[in-house]
């Protein structure tokens, strides 16, 4: 568990990072380090807790510069890093903003007359992220900042192959020692993860659905609860009457920001037969003016595939559809450049449901259209799928639109618009079918479910209950 691991530098292809798991007996005491914290960082209350978040925002934003570059060394991409940067800077305010309200300790009225209802909620004590590699900053601490403000310490391990931005959030962290003894970052592969959730009380996963199910069955023999957030493999649906400047413009931006490195990316569209040829050719117009941000970080939108491993699965997705009678129209092959692996926008035709570019989640800017010929028939197809996490909808009639996503099986549903989970945090959502378990990890659930409620039950009279034995003085 302790042998050093390199780390590929995805632009280089070489091997110039190196982390070194902690060995398990470390990992053990760690985690009892923060339990104890936890019991004063409890005490602090919730100003305290979001001072002392305020506080490590600061440091952050003198570690910018550092952040950013390390950013970059792990996904290859300067503007998806500034942005992933933002957001989460963003998401401390927003969760401090949010926090005090969500707290409060409420009383209830009760169906009994004589009995009072106090409420109030408990939070565990130490909470596990386990998070991936394309977006490595903001979904290591999508689920770590509202735990810690609920009360909850909390231990994260993000994937092994992009670790170099922890250094500068460790850098940072050391200057608010309160915060410190209730949040650590430790490196390793799946043996790390497997160790952290023997130690926690609580396991919060991203990633795959393969590993997601070893979480969840762990979790399970723990009798600890997990939320999951997994694979996607998103439709959108174009009904005849769409405006197709719009959904050709956010159908390209879905599928294509991050190298479509994302699990919430359109990876599979559906459009009305009467409006297809025009439909893909503004696609094909649209994708092709996107460039790759090479040999210069500065050069085009499109970064590298950050993980190695995924860019033999993009491979193999492309083959398999042109074995079996794709067209391409633009793009269409994962090429290296100076040691990375890059893949164009691709718009392909002639796709089926026979085809891995059509079922598995290809995590690439690749963009299969299929054509349908009637409402119900696009509905079928989209619903098609082991997945079930976000999709879109184009109509001119919000209306249709409407009746045509309460049809879909998945938990958020971006109307004339895509990739609408990841730019607004309101709307509470679950993720579908084998997409996740668990609760919301967007609106006022995304707090709560760190949490145990708890009743306090007053009875506010002398008198004897009605229900109590009636020959008992």
């Not at 009225?109 to 977006?135: D, E, M």
């Not at 997705?317 to 090429?335: F, N, P, R, T, Y």
Request: net charge negative; aromatic share 8%.
């Amino acid at each position: 568990m302790t042998k050093p691991i390199e780390v590929r530098n995805p632009r280089t292809g070489k091997f110039d990072y190196v982390i070194i798991p902690p060995p398990p007996k470390l990992l053990s005491q760690q985690c009892h380090r923060l339990r104890r914290g936890q019991i004063h960082w409890l005490e602090l209350g919730i100003d305290g807790r979001i001072e002392a978040l305020q506080q490590w925002k600061q440091a952050i934003l003198s570690e910018r510069k550092q952040l950013t570059d390390a950013l970059v060394n792990d996904t290859g991409r300067l503007s998806t890093s500034e942005l992933e940067i933002n957001s989460f800077i963003s998401s401390i305010d927003r969760w401090c903003n949010l926090a005090p309200q969500l707290l409060q300790e409420t009383a209830k009225n009760t169906s009994i007359s004589f009995i009072a209802l106090q409420q109030t909620a408990v939070p565990y004590s130490l909470v596990g992220v386990i998070s991936p590699w394309n977006f490595p900053l903001l979904l290591s601490t999508i689920d770590t900042i509202p735990a810690l403000l609920a009360g909850c310490a909390v231990i994260v391990k993000p994937s092994e192959i992009t670790p170099r931005f922890v250094a500068p959030l460790i850098t940072a962290l050391n200057t608010v020692p309160q915060l410190r003894d209730v949040l650590n970052f430790v490196e390793g592969a799946g043996q790390i993860g497997a160790a952290l959730i023997e130690e926690v009380d609580l396991i919060c996963f991203t990633g795959s659905v393969e590993t997601g199910r070893v979480v969840a069955e762990a979790a399970a023999r723990n009798f600890i609860p997990a939320f999951l957030e997994l694979g996607g493999k998103d439709p959108a649906i174009v009904l005849e009457s769409a405006n197709l400047d719009l959904a050709t413009s956010a159908i390209v931006w879905s599928s294509v920001v991050n190298t479509g490195q994302s699990c919430s990316s359109i990876e599979r569209i559906y459009v009305a037969e009467s409006i297809f040829e025009q439909f893909y050719h503004q696609l094909v117009a649209k994708a092709s003016r996107l460039q790759l941000a090479y040999p210069k970080l500065e050069n085009g939108e499109i970064g590298p595939i950050i993980s190695e491993n995924q860019a033999a699965i993009i491979n193999e997705h492309l083959q398999d559809a042109i074995s079996k009678g794709a067209v391409i129209h633009c793009g269409g092959k994962v090429e290296e450049l100076g040691g990375g692996w890059w893949c164009r926008p691709t718009v392909m035709t002639e796709v089926n449901h026979s085809m891995k570019i059509m079922t598995e989640e290809t995590f690439s800017p690749i963009m299969p259209v299929m054509s349908f010929s009637t409402v119900e028939e696009a509905i079928d197809l989209a619903n098609d799928s082991i997945y079930g996490l976000s999709a879109s909808v184009f109509s001119e009639s919000e209306e249709l639109a409407l009746a045509v996503a309460k049809q879909i099986d998945v938990g958020a549903i971006s109307i004339n618009d895509a990739g609408l989970t990841a730019m607004m945090h309101e709307g509470e959502k679950n993720a579908f079918k084998f997409s996740g378990l668990g609760g919301s990890r967007m609106g006022a659930a995304g707090l709560k479910r760190f949490m145990r409620k708890k009743s306090f039950l007053i009875k506010t009279n002398t008198s004897k209950d009605p229900w109590w034995f009636n020959d008992i003085e």
